[in-house]
């Protein structure tokens, strides 16, 4: 142990003086404490929502989504070839969306129609998102469909009942002018057997059918418009991409599901990079006191200083003893406030012991999720921060008091 270390040691840990100039040292490791404590809970909390926000999309979306670059729809022929000697794919299915007009009695409403074949189902585990009603492969005709549930609000659309029939309506592209109403439109009419529940952007959004439904509707009996992959392991997603995108060509697009809701991942990564920047900030503000306590112990052992310079110590020696004192501090805080935050992010996470209130929200509790990353993203900026407030005034302190 070296002399340095040995005294500032014991400046830390001394229990016997309870001055002033103590008490500030404690609070500047009260302040490390918090501010360390509450980034990890705040990151961890925005870890929750994160997490909870993209399990709603990824039980909708697929692990890998492949799509034309140029027009809206393909053969599948192509693609499923390549598909069909690719080991890393669990199952696959081809769909067709298209924008539609929905009609229930006097109201109308806009919203895309997905149609899907006989492995959708597999490949999105679709009866546990049904809130009512069934799947559409429980019925042999294909004029049937499955309600987001936020359609069904605005159409005041029930399931199950023939005389209650949702009409479909989508532009005729064949004519040449959509001036006559009479051969604007293409119309068809669907049976609502279920209600499914995703999340409010999808919910209302989307009705799902047969695949055979969109492309009567359409006239484009092999038409799709994309298909959705389901792997093996999630966690070779990107691999996958790059595999198939390489097989595919230019002319077809391989998007993730990082791809598929970009400007969602966007925005949860922003706001979560601008909270962080908002409490290291306030991290920042609060070392001030690191500053002022090392200031003041550096003033009040100015008599301990002569002393040490009378036994032979230079003034880098005094510099490091009370930057080793102040990084002590520093140190302890992290530790503590890492024990601190990430105990009580555990509790809460299996707890549950804040609530969201009274609100209508989806879950109950704040969703938190821990994150090795955060911790150690939190643990350097804090260690950062106090290095560079404790380097400076045992820098420029420590000559003054040596100097006098």
């Known amino acids: 142990m070296s002399f340095s270390f040995f005294i500032a040691k014991r400046y830390f840990s001394d229990k016997r003086h309870t001055s002033f100039v103590h008490i500030i040292s404690w609070v500047s490791l009260l302040g490390v404490t918090i501010g360390t404590a509450a980034l990890i809970l705040v990151l961890s909390v925005f870890n929750g929502f994160e997490e909870l926000i993209l399990n709603m999309y990824n039980s909708f979306d697929p692990h890998l989504k492949i799509t034309t670059v140029e027009g809206k729809t393909f053969s599948n022929t192509e693609v499923v070839n ?34 899907v ?44 009942n023939i005389f209650n029939q949702l009409q479909v309506f989508i532009p005729n592209r064949s004519r040449t002018t959509l001036l006559n109403p009479s051969t604007a ?38 038409a799709i418009s994309a298909v959705e992959i389901r792997l093996l392991n999630d966690d070779l997603m990107l691999s996958a991409q790059e595999e198939l995108q390489a097989l595919l060509g230019e002319k077809y697009k391989v998007q993730n599901r990082l791809q598929q809701q970009q400007f969602l991942y966007k925005i949860l990564n922003t706001e979560k990079l601008a909270v962080f920047l908002i409490l290291a900030f306030i991290m920042i503000i609060a ?16 008599k301990d200083i002569n002393t040490l310079r009378s036994l032979g110590c230079t003034v880098s020696d005094i510099r490091t003893l009370f930057f080793t004192k102040s990084m002590l501090t520093v140190f302890f805080g992290i530790l503590l406030g890492l024990v601190v935050g990430l105990l009580l992010a555990y509790l809460q996470q299996n707890f549950g012991f804040i609530g969201m209130g009274n ?23 804090v260690l950062i921060i106090g290095l560079l407030a404790s380097w400076y005034p045992a820098k420029v302190l420590s000559s003054k008091l040596f100097k006098n």
């Open 82 to 115: 390549h598909l069909e000697q690719n080991d890393k794919v669990l199952c696959y299915s081809s769909v067709l969306e298209e924008k539609v007009l929905l009609k229930s009695k006097e109201k109308e409403y806009i919203a895309m129609i997905k149609g």
């Open 117 to 160: 074949d006989e492995q959708y189902k597999e490949l999105s585990n679709f009866d546990s998102l049904l809130v009512q009603g069934n799947y559409i492969d429980n019925y042999e005709r294909d004029n049937v469909a499955i309600i987001g549930r936020g359609v069904a609000y605005h159409l005041s659309q029930g399931v199950g």
């Open 185 to 222: 439109f293409k119309q068809s009419s669907v049976i609502p057997v279920g209600v499914f529940g995703i999340q409010a952007e999808i919910d209302d959004q989307y009705i799902i059918t047969p695949l055979s439904f969109v492309q009567t509707l359409l006239e484009k009996p092999r």
């Open 287 to 302: 070392t001030f006191n690191i500053i002022g306590s090392l200031s003041m112990l550096m003033l009040d052992k100015k």
């Open 359 to 381: 609100g209508n929200f989806v879950v109950n509790v704040y969703p938190v999720a821990i994150a090795l990353n955060d911790v150690l993203l939190v643990s350097a900026t």
